[in-house]
C-alpha cells in the first residue's frame, strides 16, 4: 500500500506519518531462510499448445541441467503457450535425428522443439536447438550456443526468448532479473533480518545483495541493470543508496534530514527521482547523480510520492493525496530540469498509487482500491480506462516486465508476502513466485541484460 492517507495537518506531522506508514506497509514475521519457487496456479485460455522435447544427452552420467524444462516452464509464464507434457510426446528426437511428423500431427501442438546437449570440453557444453512447424515440416528457426557449465540455465532462458519472438514476433523476456526483499525473523537473535537479493526471472539463481537487521526497501534498477538503487534504514533512518551489482561498491546519494525514499532512475540513467521531506514537507525531487545537484519537482502541502519516468524521459507519474484521496498524476520536466503543473490521470475510485509506465509508454500499471481490496490494475493513457488485473486483497509495488507483457506484484497469502505475475491481457491467472519461508515484497523486474 501506498503511505498515503488524507492531507496532513501540518509538514511535521505529514514527515512523521510517512515514516510510520512505510515501516507498515512493508513486512511480516516469518523464521529461517527464502527460495523462489515458481507456481502457475491456473490454466490458460487460448494459449498455444507447443511441443518441448527433452533435449538430447548422449552422456552417460545425469544431465546437468534440464534445458527443456526451463524452456517449457518459461513459455508456461509467458500466458500464451501451453507446452504439452512429457506423456504427450510421441517421440523424443534430438537435433540431428529424423522427426516423425505424421505421429506429431496427432497432438495438439503447432510447433516443435528439439534439441541436443553435448559435452565438448571439460565443464563446456554445446546446446543446439530448431523450431520446426508441424504441419508443413519446415525449419523455422535453429540455433547453436557454446557455453560454461555455470551459464546452462541461462542460455536456457536465451532459447525461449528465441522461441518466444519467432512464433510471437516480439521480444520475450525470460533471460532478465528481478530484485526483491525477504524479510525472516532470526530466531537467535529474535530479530528480523532483511535482505535485498536478486535471481532469474524464474526465481532461480538468487543472489543476497545486501542483509541488514533494519528495513531495506524500494529497489530500482538502472537502466543498463548495472546497478541497484535502493533504500536502507541501517544507520537508524532513510538513506538512498547506489549499489554497483558486480562489484558490491556502493554509494549514498540522498541522506538529507527527514525522509529518503522512493528512488527511480531515469531512462537516461543519468538521474534519479525520490521522495524527499528535505524541506519539511514530502515532494519529488530528481537528482543529477554527476554532480549531486537537485531539482525540486513538486511544491504541495500533501504528500507527493512513488515518482516513475516516462519511457522518453520527459514527464514523471507520481501518487498524491492533494486532492483528497491518493491519485496518480503527471508532471512534465524539460530539458533544463524545470517542471510544470502537474495533470491529475486518475478519477476511477478514491484509491490509486504506485504507477509506473508499461515499455510502450501506452498504458500505466498501478494498485486501485478495488471493493475494498487493494489490486494490480492497468489504466490506458489514450482513454483513461481502468481494468482491474487481480483478484487478491493486498497487492502492491506492481512492475512491468521490459517486453510490457507481464506484470511483477507483491501480494499477501495466508499472511504472508509472497510474489506474483500476471499477464497483461488477463488470459491467464496469476503465476505465484512462491518462498519457502519468509516474507517477499518490493519486487522490480530488470531490464534487458547484456550479453
Keep these: 500500500m501506498s503511505p498515503l492517507t488524507t492531507p496532513a495537518i501540518n509538514k511535521q506531522q505529514n514527515a512523521v506519518l510517512f515514516i510510520i506508514l512505510f515501516f507498515l506497509q512493508s513486512f511480516m514475521l516469518s523464521n529461517s531462510y527464502a527460495v523462489l519457487e515458481v507456481e502457475i496456479k491456473g490454466g490458460y485460455q487460448s494459449a498455444n499448445p507447443i511441443a518441448i522435447v527433452p533435449f538430447k544427452w548422449r552422456q552417460s552420467n545425469k544431465v546437468p541441467v534440464d534445458i527443456a524444462q526451463i524452456i517449457r516452464s518459461d513459455l508456461a509464464r509467458s500466458g500464451v503457450f501451453s507446452p504439452l507434457t512429457l506423456n504427450q510426446l510421441p517421440e523424443r528426437p534430438g537435433f540431428d535425428d529424423q522427426v516423425n511428423f505424421s505421429r506429431w500431427k496427432n497432438t495438439p501442438a503447432e510447433q516443435l522443439v528439439i534439441g541436443t546437449i553435448t559435452l565438448v570440453a571439460q565443464g563446456k557444453y554445446e546446446l543446439a536447438f530448431k523450431i520446426l512447424d508441424i504441419f508443413s515440416g519446415r525449419e523455422l528457426l535453429a540455433y547453436k550456443y557454446t557455453v560454461e557449465k555455470k551459464n546452462l540455465r541461462r542460455v536456457a532462458h536465451q532459447i525461449s526468448d528465441k522461441i518466444y519472438e519467432k512464433l510471437m514476433h516480439s521480444r520475450g523476456a525470460f533471460d532478465t532479473l528481478i530484485a526483491y526483499v525477504i524479510v525472516n525473523n532470526n530466531i537467535d537473535a529474535k530479530k528480523r533480518v532483511y535482505t535485498l537479493a536478486i535471481a532469474d526471472s524464474d526465481g532461480f539463481g538468487e543472489k543476497v545483495i545486501l542483509k541488514s537487521k533494519q528495513p531495506i526497501m524500494s529497489p530500482a534498477w538502472s537502466p543498463n541493470g548495472r546497478r541497484l538503487a ?195 491481457d488477463g488470459s491467464n491467472s496469476p503465476q505465484r513466485l512462491r518462498v519457502l519461508s519468509g516474507d517477499v515484497r518490493e519486487p522490480a523486474w530488470s531490464p534487458y541484460r547484456s550479453q
Excluded: C
Aim: glycine content about 8%; charged content about 25%; overall charge positive.
Design 230 to 424: 535502493y533504500v536502507s534504514f541501517e544507520k537508524s533512518r532513510s538513506i538512498v543508496y547506489v549499489q554497483e551489482l558486480k562489484t558490491g561498491q556502493r554509494q549514498a546519494v540522498a541522506q538529507f534530514k527527514g525522509i529518503n525514499s522512493a528512488p527511480r532512475w531515469s531512462p537516461d540513467g543519468k538521474r534519479l527521482a525520490m521522495t524527499l521531506s528535505k524541506d519539511g514537507n514530502s515532494e519529488i525531487y530528481v537528482m543529477y547523480l554527476a554532480s549531486g545537484v537537485l531539482q525540486r519537482i513538486t511544491n504541495h502541502y500533501g504528500i507527493d510520492t512513488e515518482s516513475a519516468w516516462a519511457p522518453d524521459g520527459r514527464s514523471l507519474v507520481f501518487t498524491s493525496d492533494r486532492s483528497g484521496k491518493p491519485q496518480i498524476y503527471q508532471i512534465n520536466i524539460n530539458q533544463q530540469g524545470r517542471s510544470g503543473h502537474p495533470k491529475r490521470l486518475t478519477y476511477t475510485g478514491d484509491y490509486n498509487s504506485r504507477a509506473s509506465f508499461s515499455p510502450d509508454a501506452k498504458q500505466l500499471v498501478l494498485v486501485t482500491r478495488d471493493n475494498g481490496k487493494y489490486r494490480v490494475a492497468l489504466l490506458k493513457l489514450g482513454t483513461r480506462d481502468l481494468h482491474v488485473l487481480t483478484r487478491s486483497k493486498m497487492d502492491e509495488s506492481p512492475s512491468f516486465a521490459p517486453n510490457g507483457k507481464i506484470v511483477l506484484y507483491a501480494t499477501e497469502l495466508r499472511g504472508r508476502g509472497i510474489l506474483e505475475a500476471v499477464v497483461v
